[in-house]
């Protein structure tokens, strides 16, 4: 039976919810991987809020640091003036970040959330480019305001703009051979997603990614990556390109970023594309200072060394694709399962086997998202920081689930 208090959400919000609709309960408080419920329910949390939660709920150091700031008035919104929080978080994100990897860009605050960074960065790249077509992948995810839109694959929320979408061509993810189609187009920029995270956790080859690089660099186009949900240490470093061995002219990062939860939008961008004039980008919430103090704190306490906590979300990666194995094994209704760090998808054989085995988890206090074209995933995404004991839990009630479809 549901709660009655779920009756406030069911007939005062708009058709328009959607999560609420998989996870029909009240949260009240939540803390590292759980979440209690106004009656006093604990759910494991294998969804991190789409990826917004890497560190965990309420992290304590996330937390502390912004108690301390609120303790002493620190100001909250400031537009783009200078502030000691923003100037606190360059310095941290240049110090722990940026030149351990090499890295030399500048900052772009734009509105609080991801899809506000993506639209700044199709902007920024049809003005840098005097170009209009942008790239992007099939199986891809980047936002529903209408630029975004553009480049989001899914004919779904397509269907949603109400305006006819252009000036984008989509291409095959991981399909170098279809590279050459796109050479007459002479696009603006590719954006992408080395992995993509809601197109069912499909990996990047390196092979193909190198390939798109080099195009974009013979053809004068600017290469965007999307490391908005995969960023942040889920993909097992820190920026989900490092591998590849790539440097992307603008990289956009949103979700964990903040590391507490709060909205923050960045764009990382190539010196020389840095062409804007004063305020014809901007929004009123791009100073969101009180998300700058829990981001710097958290880059301080477990960016700290640079490859430390990369080793601790390989060990427990490793432990994943173990525990994944046997999930694989033990049912001909899963096909197989892929991703790398702390996301992983788990292909089953039909959508609807996927959407009992959601709430199967839920009745069993787990939560658990999907995702892919026909939603046929079952989406692993728990904090970086879940310690074993929690993450063994999660994937025993998965196989129980599991072994009886």
Sequence with gaps: MLNDRMNTINKRESNVRSYVRNFPAVFDSASGSWLSTDI?????????????????????????????????NGILNSLDFATTAKIDFIETFDQYILSPRGLKYKYQFTGPTGTDGVEAAIKLARLATNRSTIVACKGSFHGVTLGSLSATASEYFRNASGVKLKDVEFLSFNRIEEIRLI?????????????????????????????????????GSLLIVDDIQAGCGRSGSFFSFEQ?????????????????????????????????????????????????????????????????????????SDM?????????????????????????????????????????????????????????????MPSILIDKKDLSHGFTILKNIIEKC
């Design 40 to 72: 006093g329910d604990r759910f494991l949390d294998f969804f991190c809020s789409a990826g917004s939660l890497n560190y965990g709920h309420n992290n304590d150091v996330a937390i502390s640091s912004m108690q301390a700031y609120l303790k002493k």
């Design 183 to 219: 050479k007459e187009v002479k696009p603006a920029a590719v954006i992408l997603e080395t992995i993509q995270c809601e197109g069912g956790i499909n990996i990047a080859t390196e092979e193909w990614l190198k390939s798109i690089a080099e195009f974009c660099k013979s053809s």
């Design 244 to 316: 590849y061995g790539i440097i992307p002219d603008i990289v956009v990062l949103s979700k964990s970023l903040s590391g507490s939860g709060l909205p923050l939008s960045l764009l990382l961008i190539n010196p020389i594309i840095d062409i804007w004039k004063p305020g014809q980008h901007n929004g009123t919430f791009r100073g969101n200072n009180l998300a700058f103090v829990s981001a710097a704190a958290v880059i301080k306490k477990y960016w700290l060394r640079y490859g430390e906590i990369e080793k601790d979300i390989q060990k427990k």
């Design 320 to 380: 994943i694709e173990l525990l994944l194995e046997e999930l694989v094994s033990c049912s001909s209704q899963i096909t197989e399962f892929r991703g790398r760090g702390m996301v992983y998808g788990i292909e089953c054989i039909d959508p609807q086997i996927a959407a009992i085995i959601q709430k199967e988890a839920f009745n069993q206090k787990l939560i658990v998202e999907r995702c892919g074209k026909d939603d046929q995933v079952l989406k692993i």
